[in-house]
Every structure is written in structure tokens, then in C-alpha cells.
């Protein structure tokens, strides 16, 4: 049911990787991990992740866009048939999150929930970028089609979010000023803002988004040596690479993969987004304490970092891919659930802090083999 | 009957022979397991006497009571210092004994009743921190310039007159760093790159000039507090002052305070895991609902409740009588007081105001009520000197707020609570889930796993928190590390984004009930008496 050409645009933009089909990378699983047992466990986990979404939507439980997202694209990387009628509910769902321009990320039911609390009176529902790039690619992953004024509704209101920086983020409910919003969310948020004109705008070519991109890319080149997460680092890195791939070479390629290499595990095991000694406390403006604290590597972390030193790779630098690291992560971040993702801990506090699998992580397990082994002399690195 | 009536015993020579004198304890607080242990050598004596002291060290010799009673007191005791109390200790050192907090009524207590376990015998110093930024205005300099010709006067010879105050201020900075102690220089090394050092740095020489002013203020000011909440100084006990470098921690503005009181047990350092054992086993025991207590393969109880927990006391309160002619039972508001208007059905009825709720006839004191009035002292969202003021003078807002990071202090809350109240007032308004900067990282990597971000709210980011996956996931997170909060769910309220502090849960409960709960607190620790009038036993007031 979905186009083929489409798919392997939205797994190349998103995820850095040439996928063909299901089939061939279950060979490339068998033939880098030994085994299709990733593959197989991760086909499982989010099969029953998106039976359980539309399920919680068949319940009017609202669920969010980003999970259904990554939900259906496991279907299409895994080859497992989506039933029709969670196709239907799952497009009628996300169609009703859309607003103004944009999308919300989960039903208003969400909110609703908290009838007389803080937490609804002072969270009105608004669309976000990252949202609303979900929901937009999630429709067309279900051959929902846009009419040209769906289209420039949706461009329009994306540039009306672009910041006088060049940064893209909706600042009506988070007002945070910039400078003090956490750096992955306005890196990622302006890559997926990027992204989302860049897509939009191959049908409206008589638009001039030029500008806009042109900004997103200036923005990133500027904050790129303040960034201290991989997250960070890597989105923008995508967005210079999104809209001006020659000037990657500008970043300085010995800083940015020193930059990696401080964020190796020291257990050979992936690599973290963070290093503790980067932990600020703002109470204090200055570094914490960290000797309590608990660090790990995760599945996105190495997925980004390993992306970056590939992309890295195009200006030239020799770049030897960790893949034993890679190998040990998939062992270790494999859960009983069938999903992958590391536990993200705080201190002593027995339960880890947010879900241990995702939907996301599973499926960066998903593509790690297309992206450890992707040659980029042979031209993968080009859209 | 007394409220001050023991509902079970400690037998201290039991555990010390049951553990073969080696008393460990673990400890779950502010999300890191405090661990420790200490060999002790011990010899019990006639009169149901105890020596006890480190092994090795028979220099630190205590006598003891063998067998300690557990009163209501010593169950706030107890969570007055699960909330207040220094717990840490590090492999190879003992750990010290400390209590954090300023109230004296508070501190008074919490002394008093170190010296019933450790006898009377220790001294106590009462340690009282400060930001010299709480010094650096137009208000505070006219008091100390008042001060220091106080002291000037009484002949202190270590105190600046005006005239070479007026030369102090005027030196460089570099000359007057290079005459200060090395431990005040290596200090403001270490911070030199704070930005909010930097910031206040032009008040450096300022606070070196005026610092033993500063320090005879707050000396001055803590001997006034303690003598007014009625507990002055022990001549046995000393004050210590410490005033802080601008800038360093606490106040980030001129005239703030972040003032912190301590009161710190002289020399008991090596007793640290004896108190730590007991402490933790009486909690323990009371979350769990156990009425005995024993050591790992014994099988006799060392601390031995007479009843269980959750039901059992020996102290039953008259209600109606309490809240109609309690001695201090109202809160004092607009010129006079204020009592609740109580009607007597199957349950008593108050009023206030619009107000409306029902309470027990009859409150038996259970041992878990009594552990959750220490916690609430301790951690409760209430200013605690409106806890021992409010029938006394206005203190503005009052409501019920408690905060908790462990799931045994929030599921002790939520259950006396229900022996409290009855009907909704029972449960929380509203709870809500706080998480301080230093563990954005973690917050926000839950965004990066989940393919989502965490978005901020103001100018300063801090505020209810949007980004709803991973509002939704902490709030998970929530419920699995504090399972009592799974009955009210659906009560979550938000999550916030905060300065300081590890990620923590605050429920509030709705207006009400706070004069009826505080006064009850407040009684049993300072004023018992006014409790026992209203026994059950004794057929009304007297």
C-alpha cells in the first residue's frame, strides 16, 4: 500500500539509511549480527506496540503521534502487514489532531483528563513542530494524501515559527526564551521544521522556502560548537547536512569526532549523550556534583553518534565504525518485551526513570546494521 | 490516659547481643540508600543498665536504658529526623549526628529527646548558616552599624571602629584576600569561576570587613529565638555561626536569606549507626504493619510494638471536645480567633467558613500517626513556624502539603491521613511530580529514547513542564517508585521544572482540615497537655 520511493526518502531523511525492503534487511541482520534475533524481537515488540495503540484509540484513550509513528514505520521496516482497520482508526486519529496548521501530539482527551487542575488550565493544547512532522509523515506512511491548501497550511504555519535566530520551535505555550530551552529540543525541533519544509516544498516549487531553510541551516552552524549532547550535535549536524551538505566540511572534523570520543563508554558499550561532567545545576549556574549520579549509554546516543562519524566520513576523515560496540549494545539493550532501550537511572531510585523500550530505540536497532555498514564512497551519503 | 503513654519498647541489649554488637543499617532517603556500620563492645549493668561504646575506643563509653520506651514522641522524634536528620556516611567515617532546622520549638524537642536515648550527658551545638548577600542592604548594614557600636562599647577588642572600617573598605580586594585564612582563600579559589561569585564579587571585601558583625547578628538573633519559643540556651550548649562567601550558595540576590540551622550532637559521631538502626527499623516497622521486630536468625523481638501499628495506640482524643475548648485549637485571624463550628453526628462535622468536613469522634494516637506528624514537621510544605503560631498571631495562608521522594514516607502520609479525616478530604486535591535541574539530563533523554522533547515554560524554563510523553512517562515513573500514589492517579496534577532537587512528589490536600491537623501536631510536640485534657478516658475536659 505504500509508496516504495516515499518510504526509503522518509527512512533516508530520518534515520540516515538506504532501506530497499523488509527482506533484504533481515539478510543484513543474519549477516552482521549472526542471527535474525534482533529483527525477529524487534518485529514482535512493535507489532504488539501498534495492535496496543490502536487498540487504546479504539477505547477513545488518547495515544501519542510520535509513538504511533514509530509503531508504523517498524511495520513497514519489518515487513509485517499493517491490518486495514488499524490503518483506518490510526489515520482518522492522527487527522483529528490536527490544528491550525500543525498537529498536536496527542488527543485533547489527554488533557481533558485534568478537568480542574493546573495542569490542563495552564497546558493548552498546541501544536508542536516535532508533532506535527510525525503526523504529517505518519499520514502519508498511510497514503493519506494533501490537497495543496492542507499543504501551505502546513508551510505557512511552520515558518511562522521560525525565530529571528533561524531556530524553529512554537513558542505560544513553551515561551522559554532560547538560550535557556534544553538544546536537543530546539536542534531536533528545527531539523524536523526544516525537514518538514524541505518535503513540502518539492510540491510547492514556486514557493521560495529558500530563505527559511537557509536560516535553519545558519543556525546550526552557529550553535554547533555549543552543543555538548550527541542528540544536539547530531540534529544539527542533519540539518546543515539537510540543506547545504558542502558546508559539513566547515565544521572541523577533528573537534567533532574528539567530541564523540568523550563520549565513548568507558565500558566499550555504545556511547552516551552526555558526560556527567557536562550535568549544570542551574539552581548554582555551575557544574553538579555528580558523584551520586548514574550514567549510561543508549541505543539513540550511538545511533546518532555513528551517524554523525559516517556523515563525518563524507568530508574525507577515516572512520572506523565501533561495530563490536554496536554488537554489545544490542545484546544489553534487549528487553523482555522484545523492545530494545537502555534504563535511564536516577541515583538509588529502584524504577528507571521513563520507559526502558521504545518504539524509537527499537527501530534505530532495526536500521543499525544498514548504518554500520553503509559505505559512503559509494554515494549512500548523497540524497 | 497520656498521649505521652508508651505503645511498645526498644530493648537495646537484645539487638547489640543479637548482632553480636555489629549494628548496621540501611536507609532509604532522598533516593540513595545510606549504608553504614559500627562494631560496638557492651556490657549490660543492674538496674536494667547498658555500657556500650565503639570497640577499641572505650574512651567513647555511653550508658544507656536497656529497654526504651516507644512513645508518640518518640515516633515524631523518629520522623523528625527521617525528614531533618544527617544520614550519610562515608566508607571508613562513622557519619555525624545532626538535625537540620530552624524552628526551636522543633530544635528544642529534637535535643530533648537525644538526651533521653543517649543520656544527659551530651552537649549540643547549635549551628547556624547564612549568605553575607542577606547582609548587603541599606537596612541590614544600618543594624549592624548599630550592632557594632553595641559592641564597641562592651569592649570588644576584635571589632572594626568607624574609622578603620571606613580604611578597610576602601582596600583593594588582592590585599584583603591575601590576610584571610587559607581555608576562606582556598574557597574562593574553588568558586572563582561562579558566575554568581563573579557577580558579587564587589561585595568580597565588604563581607570581610563586617563578617564578625554578621556572625554576632545571627548569634544574637538565634539566642532571641530560642529564648522566645521558651527554650533558651542550655548553658552546656553553644552556638556556631557561619556566614558565606556572596555568591557561593544560597541567596542569589541582595537581602535574601538561605539561612539553614543545624543542631549537631557533640561527640556522638560514633553512635551514627546505632541511631540510624533504630531509626530505620521503627520506620520499617510501621509501614510494614509489624508488631515485632527481630535481628536477622533471632527469633526474640528486640523493638516490640503492643499492638499493630496502624491500629493500636494507648491515647485515644475526645475530638468534639478537643476542637471545641482545646487551649489553643483555632487559628488567630483577623483580630481574634477562629474556631471550627462542630456539629456532632456519626461523625463530628467542622466548619469553617464555607468550609465543611468530617473527623473521627474518636483519634486513637496509632504509631503511624504519630511517624507521619514527624515527617510532616519535617518535610511538610508549611512553614513550621506557622505550626506553632497560628493561634497565636496571623500567619497568612495555611493548607496541608507534603513532600516525599521514598515510598514509604508518602504511603505513611496517605494513611494517616485517612485516620484523620474521613470521606474526601481523606485523599489529596491534587499531587504533582517536581524535578530539579540537576537531573534535566535524565529527563530529557527520556525525549531523546522516546523521539520527543521536553519543553520548558518562562522566562527562566522552570514551571509546569509541556512535552506530554515525557510528562505521561515521569508520571509512570511515579507511580512504580511511590505505589501508594496508584489509589489516586487520576489526582496527578503536573509536572515542574525547579532549581534544586532531586525528582520528588508534593501532594496538597484541599483547605480545611489544616487548623484541626496542626494543632494536633503542634500539641504533641510542645504543648501535651492540652491533649491529654481530651482523653477519651477521663470523660471530657477537665
Not at chain 1, 549477516?31 to 477513545?60: H, M, P, V, W
Not at chain 2, 583593594?172 to 572563582?192: C, F, G, N, R, Y
Not at chain 2, 485517612?418 to 535541574?437: C, F, H, M, T
Request: hydrophobic share 35%; charged share 25%.
Amino acid at each position: 500500500m505504500m509508496d516504495k520511493p516515499f518510504i526509503q526518502s522518509l527512512v533516508f531523511s530520518r534515520f540516515d539509511v538506504t532501506f530497499t525492503s523488509s527482506e533484504e534487511l533481515l539478510d543484513v541482520h543474519k549477516s552482521y549480527f549472526g542471527d535474525a534475533q534482533c529483527f525477529e524481537n524487534a518485529r514482535t515488540y512493535l507489532t504488539n506496540r501498534l495492535d496496543f495503540l490502536a487498540k487504546q484509540i479504539r477505547r477513545n484513550e488518547p495515544v501519542f503521534s510520535s509513538n504511533l509513528f514509530h509503531a508504523v514505520l517498524g511495520s513497514v521496516l519489518t515487513g509485517e502487514p499493517m491490518r486495514k482497520e488499524n490503518a483506518k482508526i490510526i489515520s482518522e486519529y492522527v487527522l483529528g489532531l490536527r490544528d491550525q496548521g500543525g498537529f498536536l501530539c496527542i488527543s485533547r482527551d489527554y488533557v481533558n483528563q485534568f478537568p480542574k487542575l493546573r495542569f490542563a488550565r495552564n497546558n493548552p493544547m498546541v501544536p508542536e513542530v516535532y508533532s506535527s512532522y510525525y503526523s504529517f509523515f505518519l499520514l502519508k506512511m498511510l497514503d493519506i494524501s494533501f490537497s495543496r491548501s492542507d499543504l501551505e497550511n502546513i508551510i505557512s504555519w511552520v515558518i511562522a515559527h521560525q525565530k529571528n535566530s533561524g531556530a524553529i520551535f512554537n513558542s505560544i505555550y513553551s515561551n522559554t526564551p532560547e538560550d535557556r530551552r534544553f538544546e536537543a529540543e530546539v536542534a531536533s525541533q528545527t531539523y524536523f521544521g526544516a525537514n518538514l519544509i524541505l518535503s513540502i516544498f518539492r510540491d510547492l516549487p514556486e514557493f521560495d522556502l529558500n530563505n527559511c531553510l537557509v536560516r535553519a541551516k545558519n543556525w546550526a552552524l552557529k550553535k554547533w560548537l555549543s552543543l555538548r549532547t550527541v542528540a544536539g550535535r547530531y540534529f544539527a549536524l542533519k540539518t546543515i547536512y539537510l540543506v547545504a551538505p558542502d558546508q559539513v566540511t566547515t565544521l572541523g572534523t577533528a573537534e567533532a569526532i574528539g567530541f564523540l570520543e568523550d563520549r565513548v563508554s568507558p565500558e566499550g558499550v555504545g556511547y552516551y549523550d552526555y558526560r556527567l561532567a557536562d550535568k549544570i545545576d542551574e539552581f548554582m549556574s555551575s557544574s553538579s556534583s555528580t558523584e551520586l549520579d548514574k550514567i549510561s549509554s543508549h541505543v539513540f546516543s550511538t545511533y546518532y553518534a555513528i551517524s554523525m562519524l559516517q556523515t563525518l566520513s563524507f568530508c574525507g576523515v577515516s572512520v572506523n565504525v565501533p561495530h563490536e560496540r554496536i554488537k554489545q549494545l544490542a545484546k544489553i539493550a534487549a528487553n523482555p518485551d522484545c523492545g530494545f532501550g537502555m534504563k535511564v537511572m536516577v541515583k538509588d531510585f529502584r524504577e528507571p526513570f521513563g520507559p526502558i523500550s521504545t518504539e524509537l530505540e527499537t527501530v534505530l536497532i532495526l536500521l543499525f546494521p544498514l548504518l554500520a555498514q553503509k559505505n559512503i564512497a559509494k554515494g549512500e551519503g548523497k540524497q | 490516659m497520656s498521649v505521652e503513654n508508651p505503645f511498645g519498647q526498644m530493648d537495646l541489649l537484645r539487638l547489640l547481643e543479637d548482632s553480636d554488637g555489629l549494628i548496621s543499617f540501611k536507609l532509604y532517603d532522598s533516593g540513595t540508600f545510606r549504608t553504614g556500620a559500627t562494631k560496638y563492645s557492651f556490657e549490660s549493668q543492674e538496674s536494667d543498665r547498658l555500657r556500650i561504646w565503639p570497640m577499641g575506643n572505650p574512651g567513647k563509653e555511653l550508658t544507656l536504658s536497656r529497654f526504651v520506651p516507644l512513645r508518640p514522641h518518640t515516633v515524631v522524634f523518629v520522623g523528625l529526623y527521617i525528614g531533618d536528620g544527617a544520614k550519610a556516611s562515608r566508607p571508613g567515617s562513622s557519619g555525624i549526628i545532626s538535625f537540620s532546622q530552624r524552628e526551636p520549638h522543633l530544635t528544642s524537642f529534637v535535643r530533648e529527646h537525644f538526651i533521653q536515648l543517649f543520656g544527659d550527658t551530651l552537649t549540643f551545638t547549635h549551628r547556624v548558616n547564612e549568605d553575607s548577600l542577606f547582609f548587603m542592604t541599606d537596612e541590614m548594614r544600618q543594624k549592624l552599624t548599630v550592632l557594632r557600636q553595641e559592641l564597641l562599647k562592651s569592649g570588644r577588642k576584635d571589632i572594626l571602629s568607624d574609622e578603620e572600617l571606613r580604611k578597610y573598605l576602601n582596600r583593594d580586594l588582592e590585599s584583603v584576600i591575601q590576610e584571610q585564612p587559607s581555608a576562606t582563600k582556598i574557597a574562593l579559589e574553588k568558586h572563582s569561576k561562579k558566575a554568581l561569585l563573579q557577580k558579587h564579587r564587589k561585595y568580597l571585601v565588604e563581607f570581610f570587613a563586617n563578617r564578625t558583625v554578621m556572625n554576632e547578628y545571627l548569634r544574637k538573633l538565634k539566642l532571641q529565638e530560642l529564648a522566645a519559643s521558651g527554650n533558651p540556651l542550655s548553658p552546656k550548649d553553644r552556638i556556631a555561626v557561619n556566614v558565606r562567601l556572596p555568591g557561593v550558595k544560597g541567596a542569589r540576590e541582595e537581602g535574601k536569606s538561605s539561612r539553614s540551622d543545624e543542631l549537631d550532637v557533640d561527640g556522638l559521631a560514633n553512635f551514627h549507626a546505632l541511631l540510624l538502626r533504630i531509626i530505620s527499623d521503627i520506620q520499617s516497622s510501621i509501614e510494614s504493619n509489624s508488631q515485632l521486630i527481630s535481628v536477622p536468625g533471632s527469633d526474640t523481638p528486640w523493638l516490640t510494638w503492643n499492638g499493630k501499628p496502624h491500629e493500636y495506640g494507648v491515647f485515644s482524643l475526645s475530638t468534639l471536645d478537643y476542637l471545641r475548648f482545646g487551649d489553643k485549637c483555632f487559628r488567630f485571624s483577623r483580630g481574634s480567633p477562629r474556631r471550627y463550628k462542630c456539629s456532632e453526628k456519626e461523625t463530628i462535622v467542622l466548619e469553617m467558613g464555607k468550609l465543611a468536613l468530617k473527623v473521627p469522634k474518636t483519634l486513637t494516637f496509632t504509631p503511624l500517626l504519630s511517624l507521619f506528624f514527624g515527617l510532616y514537621l519535617a518535610e511538610g510544605q508549611t512553614p513550621k513556624s506557622k505550626i506553632f503560631k497560628f493561634a497565636e498571631e496571623p500567619v497568612g495562608s495555611l493548607s496541608i502539603g507534603f513532600t516525599a521522594s521514598e515510598a514509604d514516607s508518602m504511603s505513611i502520609c496517605l494513611k494517616a491521613m485517612k485516620q484523620l479525616l474521613i470521606g474526601n478530604e481523606a485523599i489529596p486535591d491534587y499531587w504533582r511530580v517536581k524535578v530539579g535541574s540537576k537531573y534535566f539530563a535524565e529527563t530529557v533523554t527520556i525525549g531523546n529514547k522516546l523521539g520527543t522533547v521536553a519543553l520548558r515554560r518562562g522566562e527562566k524554563g522552570q514551571g509546569t513542564a509541556s512535552g506530554f510523553e515525557i510528562v505521561q512517562s515521569i508520571k509512570e515513573w511515579t507511580t512504580a517508585s511511590l505505589p501508594s500514589l496508584q489509589k489516586i492517579d487520576s489526582k496527578f496534577d503536573h509536572l515542574e521544572y525547579t532549581g534544586a532537587g532531586i525528582p520528588r512528589v508534593d501532594v496538597f490536600y484541599s483547605k480545611g482540615p489544616e487548623v484541626y491537623v496542626f494543632s494536633l501536631m503542634r500539641d504533641l510536640v510542645s504543648y501535651p497537655r492540652n491533649l491529654d485534657r481530651f482523653s477519651t478516658r477521663r470523660g471530657g475536659p477537665k
